[in-house]
Every structure is written in structure tokens, then in C-alpha cells.
T-cell receptor, first 110, second 116 residues
Framework: TQLLEQSPQFLSIQEGENLTVYCNSS?????LQWYRQEPGEGPVLLVT?????EVKKLKRLTFQFGDARKDSSLHITAAQPGDTGLYLC??????????FGTGTRLTIIP | GAVVSQHPSWVICKSGTSVKIECRSL??????MFWYRQFPKQSLMLMAT?????????EQGVEKDKFLINHASLTLSTLTVTSAHPEDSSFYIC????????????FGPGTRLTVL
């Protein structure tokens, strides 16, 4: 069974601070995706990383895929209240199915 | 583009009744759709893979006779929770893969099922 552990599970920080969320596994994934989910809604795709060592930037969000394609990180610079939500990583293994991480609930305090 | 809808968005039913949830890809064709359930404050757990024109593939521990999946067209998959019980109360979310775009799953807004 593939497991994706995210850390921290909960994070509450002040507006303007930086933060990093980690997504770790012992399994290799062909690609890894990051989603943000608001309460009562479905997840919204933020980014897909495919190549080991790949770094993608989306405004204040920086995503990195580990060299061995087993882990990933999400770094947010100057967090804003609009960044509040549940962040989920999800790994794909070539058969189209996604394995979701345990989730990180982020709260940005104005 | 790539919008996925679910209907209903929420449903309350009595124990023992069956509930059908629809998942539609509005502006693209999807040969493969997935059904997930999410308990409060938890992540998404894959229930089954829905393939157009063939039987669904269920994950280990998911009762196929309880959660009936039908993918009759390239834009519609349905999940029927049969003889629902309170422990089936959950947030059910579907996703669809746009044909030819293997790495992209587009998620529906979810359906909140409450069984009394």
C-alpha cells in the first residue's frame, strides 16, 4: 500500500510569514500533484510535477519534486488569509489512480 | 474548460433507502472517472475507478454491492449507495480524466450525504 505522509498536519501562522509543507513517501511516483480544498468543495489542482528535481512556481507558491520522485514540498512566501485551506498532495503511479496524502490544514491569521 | 459537476450537492435520507449521486463532465469526454469519499477532517480515499462501458474497479475493502457504479456514457458516472446506513454518511467526490490527458484529474464539488 502506498502512503503519502504530509507534515505538518496542522499549521497556523500570521499573515506575511513563510511556510513549507512536506509530502513524503517510500514509494516512487510517476507524477505528483498538489491540490487545495475549501470546506464543502472538491479539491482544486494547483500544480503537477513530473520530473525528479523539478521546481515549479505559481506566484507565491513554489513546488519541488524530490530527485527520487518519492517526496515533494510546497513553500508559500508571504502567506495571505486567502491561502487558508486544506492542502493535499497526491501521487500517480502510471495507472491514472491517485493516492492522496494525509493533508495539511493551513490557517493564515490576518 | 474541464468542469465536473455533481448532483445533488447534498442529500439527507433515512436509513435503509438508496441514494444516487451523479457525476458529469460538462465540457469534455471522460472515459475514466473516479469516486472518492472523505470523512470530516480527513483526506480523500479512493473507492473505485469507473470506466465507460465496462465494470467499475473497486478498491480493497469497498463493497461493490453496496456502492453501485454505472458509467453509461462518456460524460456521466453514477454512484448509488444502496441500503444506506448512518456510517455511510460522508462527503463523496468524483473526478474525471479528460481523454488524452492522463495526468490531469478534474474534481467535482462533492456531495454531502447524511443518513439518519
Amino acid at each position: 500500500t502506498q502512503l503519502l505522509e504530509q507534515s505538518p498536519q496542522f499549521l497556523s501562522i500570521q499573515e506575511g510569514e513563510n511556510l513549507t509543507v512536506y509530502c513524503n513517501s517510500s514509494s516512487v511516483f510517476s507524477s505528483l500533484q498538489w491540490y487545495r480544498q475549501e470546506p464543502g468543495e472538491g479539491p482544486v489542482l494547483l500544480v503537477t510535477v513530473v520530473t525528479g528535481g523539478e521546481v515549479k512556481k505559481l506566484k507565491r507558491l513554489t513546488f519541488q519534486f524530490g530527485d527520487a520522485r518519492k517526496d515533494s514540498s510546497l513553500h508559500i512566501t508571504a502567506a495571505q488569509p486567502g491561502d487558508t485551506g486544506l492542502y493535499l498532495c497526491a501521487g500517480a503511479s502510471g495507472n491514472e489512480k491517485l493516492t492522496f496524502g494525509t493533508g495539511t490544514r493551513l490557517t493564515i491569521i490576518p | 474548460g474541464a468542469v465536473v459537476s455533481q448532483h445533488p450537492s447534498w442529500v439527507i435520507c433515512k436509513s435503509g433507502t438508496s441514494v444516487k449521486i451523479e457525476c458529469r463532465s460538462l465540457d469534455f469526454q471522460a472515459t475514466t472517472m473516479f469516486w472518492y469519499r472523505q470523512f470530516p477532517k480527513q483526506s480523500l480515499m479512493l473507492m473505485a475507478t469507473s470506466n465507460e462501458g465496462s465494470k467499475a474497479t473497486y478498491e480493497q475493502g469497498v463493497e461493490k454491492d453496496k456502492f453501485l457504479i454505472n458509467h453509461a456514457s462518456l460524460t456521466l458516472s453514477t454512484l448509488t449507495v444502496t441500503s444506506a446506513h448512518p456510517e455511510d454518511s460522508s462527503f463523496y467526490i468524483c473526478s474525471a480524466i479528460r481523454s488524452g490527458h492522463v495526468n490531469e484529474q478534474f474534481f467535482g464539488p462533492g456531495t454531502r450525504l447524511t443518513v439518519l
